[in-house]
């Protein structure tokens, strides 16, 4: 099928892939296959295997587009538990084999493997990967966001990047760091509350209940002790949204579930390690930040079409050259 037609197929399954993948265009398609995958020296993969994981459709439909637009078949292995209701686009359904474990003719024929996951999950399938083929492996990561100007609309877009899909993308904030991260409490939780209200985040499990309970216990624990370095603003009755200020620039990752922490800005932010994104407010140009991608607070869910997901090439990690 040639590329023109593999365009036609996405775009007419744009409005099921778009909250996902980010606005499809036929330039940016056509566009990026050329940059990253055409050439003389080019090996395109028939078969690639994608293993997901997580709780949220991102990944799942980002690397599926990868692989149409290079006209792979795409083994697409879901988790066992999450994402049940994914399905694929009816006009890609002829480039997708699904399943919720790795077949075991699988491997054998694959020509590229992504994975998603963690560290020991992405180790795991290293190891069953063929050496000659590309694999791709994109690990746990943490977004944060860096906030100069610490205004009403500010807590607006970070409640945005809380609330949606309750931390559960790769590029949802967990820590935001500003010059008086105290100060900046109570704005943030006017508009946790103002998220909630429009999009409420729904039950969870009692691990996960548990675990944002416990981290409340022991920031008043905290706050007994040293209550100008501890501070905490949360859903009333509920564990809907939850905010802690500490008075440590550390990066830790929260429990999720609209959990966040406030600290103050560190010496050097380069010291940081395993970061997605870092969204800026307001938003300026910076290359001395150690993410891959940097973007305005408020559009942590909300990456570039076919963007280099953990600063890695969507289309040129995939395919293979072949020299004369």
Not at 97 to 110: D, F, G, T, Y
Not at 272 to 298: D, K, Q, T, V, W
Request: with cysteine; hydrophobic share 40%; charged share 20%.
């Amino acid at each position: 099928m040639t590329l023109s037609k593999r365009i036609d197929l996405i775009l007419a399954s744009s409005e099921q892939l778009e909250p996902f993948t980010g606005n499809l265009t036929r330039k940016i398609l056509e566009e990026t296959f050329l940059r990253e995958a055409s050439g003389t020296t080019v090996r395109l993969p028939q078969n690639i295997i994608h293993i997901i994981s997580g709780n949220t459709p991102h990944a799942a439909f980002q690397t599926l587009l990868n692989g149409v637009l290079l006209g792979a078949q795409n083994l697409l292995k879901l988790p066992s538990q999450t994402l049940l209701d994914f399905e694929v686009p009816n006009p890609l359904q002829a480039f997708v084999e699904v399943s919720r474990e790795l077949p075991a003719h699988w491997i054998p024929k694959a020509d590229a493997m992504v994975v998603f996951g963690s560290d020991n999950t992405i180790r795991h399938f290293q190891s069953l990967c063929p050496l000659e083929i590309p694999f791709v492996g994109h690990g746990h990561r943490i977004g944060i966001a860096i906030i100069d100007e610490p205004t009403p609309k500010a807590a607006q877009l970070a409640a945005r990047d809380i609330g949606l899909f309750n931390q559960s993308g790769c590029l949802s904030l967990h820590t935001i760091y500003l010059k008086d991260p105290s100060a900046f409490g109570p704005l943030l939780a006017e508009a946790m509350t103002n998220f909630e209200e429009q999009d409420p985040r729904g039950p969870l499990s009692l691990s996960e209940a548990g675990a944002i309970t416990n981290l409340r216990e022991e920031t008043r624990y905290l706050m007994a002790q040293d209550p100008k370095s501890h501070a905490l603003w949360h859903s009333p009755r509920s564990t809907a949204w939850t905010i802690i200020f500490e008075n440590n620039s550390r990066l830790a990752l929260s429990p999720g579930n609209r959990t966040i922490f406030l600290r103050p800005m560190p010496d050097n932010f380069s010291k940081f390690r395993h970061l997605s994104g870092i969204a800026l407010h307001p938003y300026e140009e910076r290359s001395n930040l150690p993410a891959p991608r940097i973007f305005p607070l408020g559009e942590a869910q909300s990456p570039p079409a076919l963007w280099p997901h953990d600063g890695i090439l969507p289309l040129a990690s995939l395919v293979r050259h072949q020299s004369e």
